[in-house]
């Protein structure tokens, strides 16, 4: 029973994806995922400023806000990684697959690729999360 459930949502989420339809399960779990995935991370975006960017691409300005261009190039690179998981959903979770949810997600972060952060590859830094170093993380995703 539970593995039916899963196989409806799975090609419910395909369907919704290869019609463009952004009014389903697919642009929910788009958004929601983005968001609370680069909130973790210390993005400044709003749950409604994911949406913007995901219906329509982009933000609307209000008063002096000024809005990062990693967070949106990191929203937009989750958007994109969410699609690969969508077109590898069937596929065994290999170190390969993993490197490439990585660069989907990195690819566009000019931040990070100026400062030489390894993109769709192992981290080769330390991470800091506020004055605590996690020492031998394989990936941050």
């Given at each position: 029973m539970y593995g039916d459930s899963i196989l409806k949502i799975k090609k419910q989420l395909m369907f919704e994806f290869e019609k463009r339809d952004r009014q389903g399960i697919?642009?929910?779990?788009q958004k929601m995922m983005?968001?609370?995935s680069n909130k973790?991370?210390?993005?400044?975006l709003t749950s409604e400023q994911t949406a913007s960017l995901f219906d329509t691409g982009s933000l609307y300005a209000?008063?002096?806000i000024v809005y990062r261009a990693k967070d949106i190039e990191e929203?937009?690179?989750h958007f994109k990684l969410f699609i690969k998981m969508l077109k590898t959903l069937d596929e065994p979770l290999t170190e390969e697959v993993i490197k490439g949810f990585h660069y989907e997600?990195?690819?566009?972060?000019?931040?990070?690729?100026?400062n030489g952060y390894p993109?769709?590859?192992?981290k080769n830094r330390e991470n800091i999360v506020s004055?605590?170093?996690?020492?031998?993380?394989?990936m941050c995703l």
């Open positions: 697919y642009a929910k779990f983005a968001y609370n973790i991370e210390g993005s400044t209000t008063n002096d929203m937009n690179g997600l990195k690819v566009g972060v000019f931040e990070d690729m100026a993109v769709g590859e192992y004055d605590i170093k996690l020492h031998r993380l394989i």
